[in-house]
Antibody, heavy 120, light 110 residues
């Protein structure tokens, strides 16, 4: 069974940093592209970042470009999101999601999410 | 404001058919990019419902169907059941090099 388990969320002050992790199991992690998607409290879904299976191709949403860095360690079956210069508007549940169909494709499955709260 | 536009809410009685629209533009759906749909039950992570406009992953009931035409797409749910009450999101790709979502539609089963 495919499993994605996020961790690393928590409360951080504006301007601070946080590193999210996503542990993958049940599939050949190194063969699949991965994404981070977030959902602010009571709001809709927002795609954050994409990384190809090898890590050679990376994309970011404009809202996080220059502040967030996506990476992966295929030997550890893990996906990461380094978040710097955090703002109140970054407060959200962050989901990691396996990608299909290339960069224009879809997300399946999703992890259970980890909550990031940016507040003083 | 989302790049893809969905109605904030729809409702229907058990057994009825409801549709949820997803309207885009010439830079996303109208450019030929596929539309995908997700179901988010209260307090849970989103789940893939339809991919590639009209394909159902294994395990998704055939009560759910998707279609696409021009700059819009639709999700249809027939034989509405109480457990279908959830938020539904469409997703596509935009030529601005971004994956985009609709704002979400809350389905209420009366």
């Amino acid at each position: 069974e495919v499993q994605l388990v996020e961790s690393g969320g928590g409360l951080v002050q504006p301007g601070g940093s946080l590193r999210l992790s996503c542990a993958a199991s049940g599939f050949t992690f190194s063969s699949y592209e991965m994404n981070w998607v977030r959902q602010a409290p009571g709001k809709g879904l927002e795609w954050v970042s994409y990384i190809s299976s090898s890590g050679s191709t990376i994309y970011y949403a404009d809202s996080v470009k220059g502040r967030f860095t996506i990476s992966r360690d295929n030997a550890k079956n893990s996906l990461y999101l380094q978040m710097n210069s955090l703002r109140a508007e970054d407060t959200a549940v962050y989901y990691c999601a396996q990608g299909y169909g290339g960069y224009v494709g879809w997300f399946d499955p999703w992890g259970q999410g980890t909550l990031v709260t940016v507040s003083s | 404001q989302s790049v893809l536009t969905q109605p904030p809410s729809v409702s229907g009685a058990p057994g009825q058919r409801v549709t949820i629209s997803c309207t885009g533009s010439s830079s996303n759906i109208g450019a030929g990019y596929d539309v995908h749909w997700y179901q988010q039950l209260p307090g849970t992570a989103p789940k893939l419902l339809i991919y590639g406009n009209s394909n159902r992953p294994s395990g998704v009931p055939d009560r759910f169907s998707g279609s696409k035409s021009g700059t819009s797409a639709s999700l249809a749910i027939t034989g509405l059941q109480a457990e279908d009450e959830a938020d539904y999101y469409c997703q596509s790709y935009d030529s601005s090099l971004s994956k985009v979502f609709g704002g979400g539609t809350k389905l209420t089963v009366l």
